[in-house]
């Protein structure tokens, strides 16, 4: 009973109110404007604080309780104030070059992202192919499916006996390595994303007669396009994980074989400094492809 | 004068795992250019079955599609279908949806511009134009199937399939889209086959209605000519002894003689 009631006395009272803010809020929008901006970049500085200030004290702790417990001498690992002095140069100038095995982190990391340039572009490119055929294709998901359920789980390093065979030389060893790593997310996500493209989307390619490659380029890569940067962004990952493994064991200059020779001469200082640059580095390009995803995936959610 | 489109004693059965199910059984029809024909039937009785074999999306298993005398057996554009559900391409603009259909139809035969003007002429038919730029996750439903009907009569098809097109939105915006589809029709003058479970809609729109009997194997029941003359109006037709006729015949067979016994 009480309900009804309510709700009328709801109704009657709803345009009263309406007409006497209507004229106040004219007279208080220029002054609300200015006021609201300035509450804008309170609110956006302190979004940013609640997100970096965190991590910063974490890390801050971390430094502190690392100093503490090895500044005594005789310690395993260098305390932080001892890898600053030792490694200040490294941390410092990432992009000095003193001789020919003498260069900056930045630019052995460089030569490593070549290798993971080429080896993943290469993975991106075959793995998005054999996933659209086996996606597509019964036979062929009968055919390869089980040979890849098996070759994926071979450890990337486990490759590299038999590509430096096959190769005779170091890097193009490196690049397969890379390949053979983050090939398999990249098939395995492809073929799950084009046997999820919608039926619907087939029978418009059936009606408008679209031949293989306008069905592969108009229908397939769009529609599967957030799988694909799926098996992309966790390949890119593994890539990451494998040239620092695989460069340890070829030489050359990639940041993989600095640490090694840094542990030969045992210089721990720069083998820590080298893990942070690894560390940035494997996160910028997880965010770097996972950025790309999001741009090109963008209006593909179905609705 | 032989007809335009002839459906010669169609059979089809799916089989799966083994076991054969009868979905349509002796299905004969003939339509004529310009007709409007709705099929209608009980959900499950094969006519959306029945519109993909039209489209060739699906293959009979007796007797054949005949269009112009010639047999259809795989999709094509002069077949164009309006989804149920759309169907746009969601990472297309909705001007990029109608000129995928356009580009593969018209390549080679309308130079670049002329495909433009056509797109454009297409777009404003259905009233689509002022959002050409828009992705289909930014309008309507309405809007959508808008689009959808755009791309499928931008295809200049010899008939236009209609899969329950109107069956997603609501009742205002589909009598809404209805006028439009009466308004195209009577413009354009094309063959329209729409499947439909609305029967005020199949008898407002339709020249003739196809009453399909329950499946399996469902036949057709009866066909009714509904005696109209177009331009139709829905308001006057309310009043109308013979739209009230032809509703009452089609509700009789629906619900009297061929009513759906649901599976207990």
Known sequence: ?303 | MHAYLKLDHIDKSFIRAGQTTEVLKDISLTIDQGEYVSIIGHSGCGKSTLLNLIAGLTQVTAGAVLLENREVNAPGPERAVVFQNHSLLPWLTVYENVKLAVDKVFSGRKSRAERHDWIMANLDLVQMGHAKDKRPSEISGGMKQRVGIARALAMEPKILLLDEPFGALDALTRAHLQDSVMDIHARLKNTMIMITHDVDEAVLLSDRIVMMTNGPAARIGEVLAVDLPRPRKRLDLVSDSRYIAAREAVLRFLYERHRLVEAA
């Open chain 1, 1 to 303: 009973m009480a309900v009804p009631v309510q709700k009328t006395d709801n109704v009657t009272s709803l345009p009263s109110p309406k007409a006497n803010a209507k004229p106040a809020e004219v007279v208080a929008l220029p002054a609300r404007k200015s006021e609201g901006r300035s509450k804008r970049i309170v609110a956006r500085l302190k979004d940013i604080a609640a997100n970096t200030v965190p991590p910063l004290l974490v890390v801050g702790l971390i430094l502190v309780v690392w100093q503490i417990g090895f500044a005594r001498p005789g310690a395993s690992l260098p305390a932080p104030s001892v890898i600053w002095a030792e490694a200040k140069d490294l941390i410092l100038d990432p992009f000095f070059v003193m001789g020919p095995q003498d260069i900056g982190l930045g630019l052995r990391v460089l030569t490593s992202l070549e290798r993971v340039a080429v080896g993943f572009g290469l993975a991106a490119v075959v793995g998005v192919l054999l996933g659209a055929l086996v996606g597509q294709s019964v036979w062929a998901t009968r055919g390869l499916d089980p040979i890849f359920q098996v070759l994926r789980t071979v450890p990337p390093l486990a490759w590299l006996p038999i590509s430096l065979a096959a190769f005779r030389d170091a890097n193009p060893s490196a690049i397969f390595v890379i390949f053979i790593t983050a090939i398999w997310p990249i098939i395995i996500n492809t073929a799950v994303g084009i046997r999820n493209i919608p039926q619907d989307y087939r029978n418009v390619a059936e009606v408008l007669r679209l031949n293989t490659f306008e069905f592969f380029f108009k229908i397939m890569v769009p529609s599967a396009a957030p799988y694909i940067f799926t098996g992309l962004r966790i390949g890119i990952g593994l890539s990451w994980l494998a040239i620092v493994a695989a460069e340890m064991l070829t030489g050359g200059v990639g940041i993989g074989f600095f640490i090694w020779d840094a542990w030969n001469s045992s210089k721990l200082s720069d083998i820590i400094v080298a893990l942070l640059y690894i560390g940035v580095v494997g996160f910028a390009l997880d965010r770097l492809v996972a950025a790309i995803g999001s741009l090109v995936t963008r209006g593909t959610a179905a609705s």
